[in-house]
């Protein structure tokens, strides 16, 4: 019977969860970050579930692994795994990384107050202000991001037909904006909402082709994102992104919130310069802004920014024992 140990520094991005794991990562072959992801998914997704789910982790639980870089204009690589997968891009974690490690000193960039990223998604670069040991804020330049399908039609029991955009910020997003059949996510229980965005997932992974144009191995909807009145001075706009089987973002989201910016450009509502303070399901805020605008196989597409900031709340170390029926971990939901 084998131990596999993992050292890990626990912490949260604006109330969601970070777990980022500095000791326990495995090995991994590819020539790109993309590539190492494609192998951990097929050699060691076990390691995701073990440190993700129940019991060691919960429904919201959110991590990653650190590697060294596969691109010279980079200072460390990110593997990102959390209860819906191995993700090309996730920006609350992002955040959360950039902060224990720059707090902890386990990466030293060549830039101060600059980290950049190798991310499966791609480069990602963030900037940090740091007081003392602190890291204050974390701004990330997020991966070119589109509107990728508009008025999409979906149904589903609860709330019957409804018009939906597609966007992409790292990952693809349903973004369901008020309209006949829904109003605000205000009006439904966050249990309504993972019900609901669990049945809307899978009604559009089974009805539509959701394909990156630029990477084949980014595609199908793990996520979807509720939107609704701000509540929260300051806020220009809220949103509940349900991810997994049963995990409600606690922060604003950061690959939600670049979809965001993306479908607002795509159907001209915004525009280069412009912001987007994005509220969360419990009244945080990350400030998103369109740094440039770009073009991605064809489609209009911008650079996003998105800054927040993350806390350290802890250090564990976890043990996955083959001895335990549940060293995988297991989904109640």
């Known amino acids: 019977m084998a131990v596999t140990e993992f050292e890990c520094i626990d ?12 000791k326990g990562a495995p090995e991994l072959t590819g020539n790109t970050q993309a590539e190492r ?3 951990f998914l097929q050699r060691y997704d076990w390691m995701r579930t073990g440190l993700m789910y129940e019991p060691r982790g919960h429904a919201q639980m959110s991590g990653a692994f650190l590697y060294p870089p596969t691109r010279d204009d980079c200072d460390v690589a990110v593997l990102y795994i959390e209860t819906s997968g191995c993700l090309p ?45 602190k890291v204050k ?55 309504q909402l993972v019900a609901m965005g669990n049945e809307l997932r899978d009604y559009l992974n089974a009805h539509y082709d959701i394909v990156h144009p630029l990477d084949a191995n980014i595609r199908g909807v793990r996520h979807v994102q509720w939107t609704g009145a701000p509540r929260t001075p300051g806020s ?33 509502l915004m525009k280069a310069g412009d ?25 209009a597409a911008i650079i996003p920014g998105i800054e927040g900031w993350a806390i350290t709340t802890g250090y564990n170390r976890i043990l996955l024992d083959d001895a335990d029926p549940y060293v995988h971990g297991f989904v109640v939901a």
């Not at 912490?11 to 500095?22: D, F």
């Not at 597609?166 to 059949?181: K, T």
């Open 11 to 22: 912490g949260h991005t604006c109330g969601n969860p970070v777990r980022l794991v500095t």
């Open 37 to 39: 992801r494609l192998d």
């Open 89 to 133: 891009m996730c920006g609350h974690g992002t955040i959360g990384v950039v902060t224990m490690a720059i707090e902890h000193g386990i990466v030293t960039p060549k830039t101060p107050g600059v980290l950049n990223l190798d991310t499966p998604a791609g480069k990602v670069v963030a900037e940090y202000t740091q007081v003392g040991r």
């Open 137 to 191: 804020s974390v701004k990330l330049t997020n991966v070119p991001s589109f509107l990728f399908m508009k008025d999409v039609e979906v149904e589903i029991a609860a709330l019957g037909k409804l018009t939906v955009d597609i966007a992409y910020g790292g990952n693809f997003y349903p973004i369901v904006e008020a309209q006949d059949n829904y109003r605000d996510m205000a009006d439904y229980t966050p249990a």
């Open 236 to 268: 220009h706009a809220a949103n509940a992104v349900l991810y997994g089987a049963a995990a409600l973002d606690r922060s604003p989201c950061g690959t939600g919130t670049s979809a965001r910016l993306a479908q607002r450009y795509g159907r001209g």
């Open 275 to 299: 912001v987007l303070v994005h509220e969360s399901i419990i009244g945080s805020q990350f400030t998103g802004s369109i740094e440039a605008e770009c073009d991605v196989a064809g489609i």
